[in-house]
């Protein structure tokens, strides 16, 4: 699901802790190492994202916020604020070649290059917490 986030709507933010859950607090966020990646530059994605992506002509960047239960990974376009919403039973992670990763929401994707070693650390984060997140829940 991708929403505009530009804007601090009640809505959006409700519809953010059903998908998602909410943020990770200080404390939560130390212990984790951080919850938020690099900036990370976008290789592929789904139609409806091209589309959004090919209103300005930019290099588009995408990065990925960690929550509870999913991910946020954001976007811009033009002078608007994407998210493509995914919770963790919903998410696909694939390594390709050539150090492309590409994350998977049922029809909607976004294939971005990981080209440092930290962001290498932050994708396996992700896939730990995931696997985490299906054991808790008995979803696996």
């Known amino acids: 699901?991708?929403?505009?986030?530009?804007?601090?709507?009640?809505?959006?933010?409700t519809l953010l802790l059903e998908l998602v859950g909410r943020p990770f607090s200080?404390?939560?966020?130390?212990?984790?190492?951080?919850?938020?990646?690099?900036?990370?530059v976008i290789a592929d994605a789904s139609k409806e994202i091209v589309e959004l992506l090919r209103l300005d002509n930019n290099v588009n960047y995408c990065n990925i916020e960690i929550r509870k239960n999913g991910l946020i990974i954001r976007f811009r376009s033009l002078l608007e604020t994407y998210g493509l919403i995914i919770p963790y039973y919903k998410l696909i992670i694939y390594k390709g070649e050539s150090n492309i990763y590409s994350l998977y929401k049922?029809?909607?994707?976004?294939?971005?290059?990981?080209?440092?070693?930290?962001t290498s650390l932050f994708m396996k984060k992700i896939i730990r917490l995931k696997a985490d997140y299906l054991n808790k829940t008995g979803l696996n």
Do not use: A, H
Not at 1 to 13: A, T
Not at 33 to 38: H, T
């Open 1 to 13: 699901m991708i929403k505009n986030l530009s804007y601090n709507s009640k809505k959006i933010n």
């Open 26 to 40: 200080f404390i939560e966020r130390i212990k984790l190492g951080g919850i938020g990646s690099n900036k990370l």
């Open 106 to 118: 049922d029809t909607n994707y976004i294939k971005f290059f990981v080209d440092t070693k930290s």
